[in-house]
């Protein structure tokens, strides 16, 4: 099933209606003094960015971010309708929000939800993608019918980086195809230009090389990440990049996008040795 997230105002009956439903079911589950969702009004807060997932004109679900400062995010008013429940519809709006998280420079993202067998679901999803469990967090305060958790967002795994990257710029239009924006864009940018981190950017171009890319996407892989690290740590990384050029012909096509730029001699020469075409 094909679905799509989009921003929300919280003007819609669809919407009003489903988070009235989250506001039932938690007040179900919980006693009042530990339901922690929000209400429409409170939704509607600057520090607070709301989206939807739809299927066509159904609403399948929603979620939020709320900012607690410069640096530290909260997920809130995660829910999937009955309906869609079991067909990922969690899983993309969750993703949505730690790629919206690490876009804005967090660098913890926390959330809290309910600890007894009703929460089952949620906890697991949010274990599932590398949610750890911690103290209170925030106004938050310690609470039988509470867990709280948070996400480290300032070392993604290489299949986080990769995902990210490849996502963001399949999704660029021709008028931005050359502006490296993104959170991925960026993490790659600071490990060669900032941490001197150039293993990270070595364990991407690794990974992402062999994803299904199409033309617009490999040869922005060969003159961005592949070039850089060339420029900035080639004589570190040549026999690597040699080596890997003559046992794999998609790597060595890969390297018919990348161009001198700011190279020591001895890179390019052996770049240029070692691939059997340029394009």
Known sequence: MNFEIKTDDLS??????????????????????????????????????????????????????KELDTEHGEIKSMRTAYAFRGQGAGKLMLRHIIDEARSRR????????????????????????GFEYCGPFADYILDPNSVFMRFDLTNPSTVELVDA???????KNDSDKNCASGWANEFLFDCLNMKNKPERVWEFILEVYKRELDERVTSVLAAGPVEDLLVHFGPQYIDRVETLAKEDPNFNYLLGGVWKNAMTDDVWNLVQSVRKEVW
């Open 106 to 129: 967090y660098k913890r993202l926390s959330l809290e939800t309910g600890s007894t067998a009703a929460f089952d679901p949620a906890r697991r999803l949010y274990e599932s993608h």
């Open 12 to 65: 819609g009956a669809a919407v009003a209606e489903l988070l009235a439903e989250h506001l039932d079911e938690m007040h179900e589950h919980s006693p009042p003094e530990s339901v922690h969702a929000l209400d429409l009004d409170e939704l509607r807060k600057a520090d607070i960015a709301f989206w939807c997932v739809w299927s066509g004109d159904e609403l399948v679900g929603c979620g939020a971010l």
């Open 165 to 171: 990257w490849v996502k963001d710029w399949q999704t």
